[in-house]
Antibody, heavy 125, light 107 residues
Framework: EVQLVESGGGLVQPGGSLRLSCAAS????????MTWVRQAPGKGLEWVAN????????NYVDSVKGRFTISRDNARNSLYLLMNTLRAEDTAVYYC??????????????????WGQGTMVTVSS | AIQMTQSPSSLSASVGDRVTITCRAS??????LGWYQQKPGKAPKLLIY???SLQSGVPSTFSGSGSGTDFTLTISSLQPEDFATYYC?????????FGQGTKVEMK
């Protein structure tokens, strides 16, 4: 079955750390950019980070730069998000998504065509 | 960061209605924009990429248009399963940014 399954969420104190995982199956994981998106309770979607197929390019939203690290293990078909120095405002459901990038000439278009079910991260004392 | 402003934030409509949602970018993003649908408790679903390209499997009642700074998602005939929240997402620059969402509710 073609799917993404996140894990690793939970309750953590402010200043703590957590590592999220996203297990991919049913497709050639190493061919795709991958992305993390989060959603705070009752709020909209926020793009968090993405990573190129060979890990040579990583991008982050400013609010997590220096605290979060995205990585992947293509041999294990897995995506990760290491979250350090967690804050209350990091409380959210975290989704991993596959980016089926479409190319037209010199332009590449994101297309997050597959998503996991999400994992909840709660930062609270 | 590129700011994405959606309007309206919510709307009420009936089955069969034509629905239009707009998204405005704070700078020229060419046609580098996607649209996503999200239902409560579920992950988002891709509808449109590259401003107007329909994702495989998405009904043709959905269409997207626009370029530069102004974009539109149109549902030509609202179906019961279309009541949801819709988000635009620019992929022209980093960080990627979503609009704040438009909730489509039943009238």
């Amino acid at each position: 079955e073609v799917q993404l399954v996140e894990s690793g969420g939970g309750l953590v104190q402010p200043g703590g750390s957590l590592r999220l995982s996203c297990a991919a199956s049913g497709f050639t994981f190493s061919r795709y950019w991958m992305t993390w998106v989060r959603q705070a309770p009752g709020k909209g979607l926020e793009w968090v980070a993405n990573i190129k197929q060979d890990e040579s390019v990583k991008n982050y939203v400013d609010s997590v730069k220096g605290r979060f690290t995205i990585s992947r293990d293509n041999a294990r078909n897995s995506l990760y998000l290491l979250m350090n120095t967690l804050r209350a405002e990091d409380t959210a459901v975290y989704y991993c998504a596959r980016d089926d990038t479409h190319r037209s000439g010199i332009t590449y278009y994101d297309a997050f065509d597959m998503w996991g079910q999400g994992t909840m991260v709660t930062v609270s004392s | 960061a590129i700011q994405m402003t959606q309007s309206p934030s919510s709307l009420s409509a009936s089955v069969g209605d034509r629905v239009t949602i707009t998204c405005r970018a704070s700078q020229d993003i060419r046609n580098e924009l996607g649209w996503y649908q999200q239902k409560p408790g579920k992950a988002p679903k891709l509808l449109i990429y590259a401003a107007s390209s329909l994702q495989s499997g998405v009904p043709s009642t959905f269409s997207g248009s626009g370029s530069g700074t102004d974009f539109t998602l149109t549902i030509s005939s609202l179906q019961p399963e279309d009541f949801a929240t819709y988000y635009c997402l620019q992929d022209s620059g980093y960080p990627r940014t979503f609009g704040q969402g438009t909730k489509v509710e039943m009238k």
